[in-house]
């Protein structure tokens, strides 16, 4: 009797046993293929961005045209320990604005978007942060146009051979206090004096053509500064001997520790040399004075100054603002001091309806802020 009654019981625990299994199992199963399934979601929705390819700059083709090509440089993603780009190309909408408005703006010219990045490949999974895609319809309004490009860089390789090459390799570049932007600094003079052309900020509108305004110019930003947010330079002759005392001043002149010092600092110094004066005043509109390089001024690249920025987003100061830019060939937003305010879709600023105009298609996949 009390061994059936044992057997009885060891069923019980047996049957009990089964069931826990049973149930574990299938919530695992459940779990398991919920993860599989989300999994798939994400991989879906990054595929597209992943399969863009962004080759070297050096090999893809079509390779920049000597003097017939717009320039811009993206270099956030830098890595101060390991030297190098590792994190996915990112675009935001108002860095998307400036290359749709060049490309607009200039159909003839090929757009050239530079990343210094070691990865071949756009997008992929090995970010959180890319894996929400939220700049896939940002690079599928720029690649809308035909004449835009997107290629990688190595710093190291796009530097060989120049005259700067050596002073890259001493480490004076990676001790600067303000890296990210004294390595945007150093490409843009690079890469005017490997291909010449146009250069470009990133933190720009365009506001019409620059296919027939005579090439080797740049820009005022004030009364005693000369901007190195926009230089165009010719691949020869005067052009290219300027881009090569603009990579002379920014290594013998190089100083880590001031943010200004090797962007427009360069930029002042070898056009009051090559003027032969350093009032800024006399170097304005005067290409005879200065071998036929020509400095615009404010009102051509920076109609709106750094210390008006706001007048860009605020609604109050649209007309006044949009008077200001009515005869500019590009208005610089000052990405440094404005990156962190925002602009709501179809408001009233002066950005916004300069973004509208100029490069609708970023302007309206931002989604609901610019």
Not at 60 to 73: D, E, K, Y
Not at 233 to 240: D, R, S, Y
Not at 275 to 281: A, F, L, Y
């Given at each position: 009797m009390l061994l059936r009654f044992r057997d009885h019981g060891r069923l019980r625990l047996l049957f009990i046993v089964l069931i826990v299994i049973l149930t574990v199992?299938?919530?695992l199963t459940y779990n398991w293929q919920n993860k599989e399934d989300a999994e798939a979601a994400v991989e879906a929705s990054v595929e597209p961005l992943a399969s863009i390819r962004v080759d070297d700059v050096l090999l893809?083709?079509?390779?920049?045209?000597?003097?017939?090509?717009?320039?811009?440089?993206e270099t956030r993603s830098y890595d101060a320990k390991n030297k190098e780009y590792n994190h996915p190309l990112k675009l935001n909408a108002r860095q998307a604005c400036a290359i749709e408005s060049a490309a607009l703006h200039n159909p003839n010219s090929q757009v050239f978007v530079l990343f210094v990045h070691r990865k071949y490949v756009l997008g992929g999974v090995h970010s959180n942060e890319s894996k929400n895609s939220t700049e896939q319809p940002l690079f599928d309004a720029i690649l809308s146009y035909s004449n835009v490009h997107l290629r990688r860089l190595n710093l190291?390789?796009?530097?060989?051979?120049?005259p700067i090459e050596e002073w890259l390799k001493n480490g004076t570049l990676f001790r600067s206090r303000f890296l990210v932007s004294h390595i945007s600094d150093f490409l843009r003079f690079l890469t005017l004096f490997r291909y010449g052309g146009l250069y470009l900020d990133l933190d720009v509108v365009v506001l019409k053509s620059m296919e027939d305004v005579p090439p080797n110019y740049t820009g005022a930003e004030f009364e005693d500064v000369i901007s190195?947010?926009?230089?165009?330079?010719?691949?020869?002759?005067?052009?290219?001997?300027?881009?090569?005392?603009?990579?002379?001043d920014f290594q013998h002149n190089f100083n880590g520790r001031h943010w200004g010092n090797n962007g427009p600092g360069v930029m002042t110094r070898v056009a009051q040399q090559i003027?032969?004066?350093?009032?800024?005043?006399l170097l304005l509109e005067n290409r005879k004075r200065c071998l036929g390089f020509q400095v615009f001024d404010c009102k051509a690249f920076n109609p709106v100054p750094s210390g008006n920025w706001r007048h860009l987003f605020e609604p109050d100061e649209l007309e006044e603002t949009m008077a200001r830019t009515k005869y500019s060939y590009v208005v610089h937003v000052?990405?440094?001091q404005s990156n962190k305010v925002p602009i709501k879709v179809g408001s009233s600023s002066a950005y916004a309806q300069l973004a509208e105009?100029?490069?609708?298609?970023?302007?309206?996949?931002?989604?609901?802020?610019?």
């Open positions: 199992g299938i919530g893809a083709l079509p390779r920049p045209t000597p003097g017939r090509s717009i320039f811009f440089h190291w390789r796009y530097a060989s051979g120049t190195s947010a926009v230089i165009n330079l010719t691949p020869t002759g005067v052009g290219h001997k300027i881009a090569e005392s603009l990579l002379f003027c032969g004066t350093k009032n800024i005043s000052w990405n440094k105009r100029n490069c609708p298609r970023a302007y309206h996949a931002a989604g609901e802020y610019f």
